[in-house]
């Protein structure tokens, strides 16, 4: 069936998170890998939120960066105003409590950050000549707390970055073939894309919250999808389902939660959906979070797929770069 009537069937409201079983993500057997397309197609279209199990990163890996978060937010004040990400092209480094707002009529999103992007694992090997990791709109290489402050960090914290990016890569062409695409098809439009990854430090909310400033606001997010991991044992995340109400998605032992964005909501002319979320954590405890955000090169322009098009449901978004998507939304966001 033709996507768009696909969506029309599917258009109803979701009450859960469904979970979805990669232990077929390298198959080469093409069945396997429709059966699981079809299912991250059904999960795209009805709620824009899944989880993954059997996902392929090490459990130590996660540990190892949890550990390195909780050591990187415990570091005094003035130690992680060093790597201020204002002081920083492009928003990369440290945003504390309240810098940043994602739902434009909150008052600032009550978590502290550390935030960056692409960068080699064997930074041997990187070719002075290429200057990939550095080009585009969001140009600016990373930024990391010193080594005396926090030795291992940088390392530790790669090594789940570098797991997480593959896994987002092996993802890339199951999207493709749920929407009917070559798996090819996302190829060239990620050579150089940022993947950029956030540490997240949510403190505990207690008493009469104003919900105007919780962990992190009402919004949507910016790229094609986004690999988030949470921490088990805190319910935070909740999801918007079409009647507004919030859906909890709570943490699931053993698997990440995968999110569209904007970018795919707007390549397929909302088929896929770009779903609302925000977290609160009235936990009592403090809360982590680690969420990875895969976009398109900047230079890409995000048009509908003609499969996505049809009388009866026009083109909804005027045509722009995902630069300066994500661009205009980052400023809007540390602007207020
Ligand atoms: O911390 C979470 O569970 C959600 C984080 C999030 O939605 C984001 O950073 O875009
Ligand atoms: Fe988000």
């Not at 109803?12 to 890998?33: A, K």
Request: charged share 25%.
């Amino acid at each position: 069936m033709s996507l768009v009537g696909t969506a029309q069937l599917l258009d109803q409201d979701f009450q859960d998170v469904p979970v979805i079983d990669l232990q077929n993500i390298s198959s080469t057997d093409p069945i396997r890998r429709r059966k699981l397309a079809d299912e991250i197609r059904d999960a795209c279209i009805r709620v824009g939120f899944f989880y993954v199990k059997n996902h392929g990163i090490p459990e130590d890996v996660i540990n190892a960066v949890l550990e390195e978060a909780k050591s990187f937010f415990a570091l005094p004040l003035e130690k992680k105003m060093e790597i201020e990400h204002r002081k920083t092209p492009n928003f990369k480094g440290y945003s504390p409590l309240l810098s940043g707002n994602n739902d434009p009529n909150g008052g600032g999103d009550l978590q502290e950050g550390f935030e960056f992007g692409w960068e080699s694992p064997d930074q041997s090997k990187v070719d002075p000549e290429d200057d990939s990791s550095t080009s585009g709109v969001m140009a600016g290489a990373n930024v990391w707390p010193s080594e005396d402050y926090i030795p291992g960090f940088r390392e530790r914290v790669l090594r789940y970055y570098h797991a997480a990016v593959n896994l987002g890569k092996m993802m890339f062409p199951l999207f493709a073939l749920a929407l009917d695409l070559p798996e090819a098809f996302f190829d060239d439009k990620t050579q150089h894309s940022a993947a950029l990854m956030k540490l997240l430090h949510y403190p505990p909310q207690t008493g009469p919250i104003d919900e105007r400033v919780i962990g992190i606001g009402a919004h949507t997010d910016w790229e094609c999808f986004t690999i988030l991991w949470q921490e088990p044992g805190i319910q935070a995340l909740q999801v918007l389902n079409s009647e507004k109400k919030w859906i909890n998605a709570p943490p699931i032992p053993g698997t990440l939660v995968i999110n569209l964005g904007d970018q795919f909501a707007r390549w397929t002319n909302d088929i896929f959906k770009s779903t609302v979320h925000r977290a609160i954590n009235r936990s009592g405890v403090r809360r982590y979070s680690i969420p990875l955000f895969f976009g398109t090169d900047y230079n890409v322009k995000l048009e509908p797929m003609l499969s996505c098009i049809s009388p009866e449901r026009p083109p909804k978004y005027e045509v722009i770069t995902a630069g300066e998507y994500v661009k205009g939304k980052l400023q809007a966001t540390y602007s207020h």
